[in-house]
């Protein structure tokens, strides 16, 4: 319960997290009005860094959802010209993060990264869409273990200056494991092929690592 009401903050938060408390303190010399305002910035910035703990499937028949937010768009496209795929078919499924979501980024499978792209761009609203075209992104193209190909997209937003990503091309990761962060509102789009079914629908909200995103169409029971 504990753990729930105060989940582990995110690496990337220590160093926002200091100066915001090190502001607060500094105020109280000045303001009580103004120390208030510091200490409510300082638990939004600790809610903002939160890492909870999240418990994934672990069934690679299913991929859950890369974060948390609100789902804005599901489209059929082509995939990033980025990764040479401008010729290939996908789902596409975009998740918006506000600035009280979660910011943490997981992988929606087991996998192996096959490839990552960053590209620059500009910080226009993460919920128009428009936004996966022009802003910032970081793109990972991943392997699942059933060979089915998968494509992340970390997109900037308008607040979003800053996308962090640990994982780089050979990298393995289990499903659920958190890949990277992106600090102060944004969106992720995730890519897959026509051999699953959507099971979420737009204007719903989903959780990182726990939302059940897709299924495959043709489900096998393992022994």
């Known amino acids: 319960m504990i753990n729930n009401i105060f989940p582990k903050i995110h690496n990337e938060g220590y160093k926002f997290l200091a100066i915001s408390i090190i502001a607060t303190l500094a105020s109280l010399m000045f303001s009580i009005i103004l120390t208030l305002i510091f200490l409510l910035l300082t638990i939004w910035v600790y809610y903002f860094f939160r890492d909870p703990d999240r418990v994934s499937i672990n069934n690679d028949s299913f991929y859950v959802s890369p974060a948390d ?78 060979n089915d190909n998968i494509i992340l997209a970390q997109v900037a937003g308008l607040v979003a200056r800053r996308i962090v990503s640990y994982c780089n091309s050979n990298d393995e990761y ?40 897709a299924g495959r169409k043709t489900l096998t029971v393992k022994a």
């Not at 620059?120 to 059933?146: F, H």
């Open 69 to 146: 937010g609100l789902i804005t768009q599901i489209v059929e496209t082509k995939g990033p010209s980025e990764l040479n795929l401008s010729e290939t078919s996908f789902t596409r499924i975009s998740i918006f993060m506000n600035v009280f979501n979660c910011h943490v980024n997981r992988f929606p499978i087991d996998c192996k990264v096959d490839e990552v792209f960053y590209k620059p761009g500009q910080y226009l609203n993460a919920s128009l869409d428009d936004a996966s075209l022009k802003n910032e992104r970081n793109l990972i193209k991943i392997t699942s273990t059933s």
């Open 174 to 213: 289990k499903q659920g494991q958190i890949f990277g962060i992106i600090r102060f509102g944004s969106r992720v789009d995730m890519f897959f092929s026509d051999q699953f079914r959507i099971l979420v629908k737009k204007g719903q909200t989903v959780v990182g690592g726990e939302t059940l995103i």
